[in-house]
């Protein structure tokens, strides 16, 4: 494909300098978050946050309790969690997953 010089800059320059332009735009008038929800909130959606209400909480590599531990977490701890629920056990992250009996949402947390 051929294109044509405009001003000593190649119009294949100019195209993707644009492109950047409008995603920088885009991604500004959204506070730095993807526009399409990637990071799991939608538009308007509060965060899904928990906190850890047994005195000690196994965190497993999959939903179900003979899945291994990942790691532990104590009473109190506060995190990110996902919307992803299965077999009893909450969606922390990739891979890390907390029994929901020994978990609650946040107050200011939309799970």
Do not use: K
Not at 14 to 20: A, D, E, H
Not at 32 to 54: E, K, S, Y
């Amino acid at each position: 494909m051929v294109f044509r010089w405009s001003a000593g800059i190649p119009v294949r320059w100019l195209i993707v300098l644009g492109v950047y332009a409008v995603v920088a735009a885009l991604w500004t008038a959204n506070g730095g978050r993807p526009l399409d929800g990637i990071d799991g909130i939608g538009v308007g959606q509060r965060p899904c946050r928990i906190t850890v209400v047994a005195p000690v909480l196994n965190v497993r590599s999959g939903p179900a309790d003979t899945r291994a531990v990942v790691t532990t977490m104590t009473r109190d701890t506060v995190t990110n969690a996902e919307r992803v629920v299965e077999n009893g056990y909450r969606m922390l992250d990739r891979n890390r997953w907390a029994d929901e009996d020994l978990i609650e949402p946040t107050s200011d947390s939309d799970c």
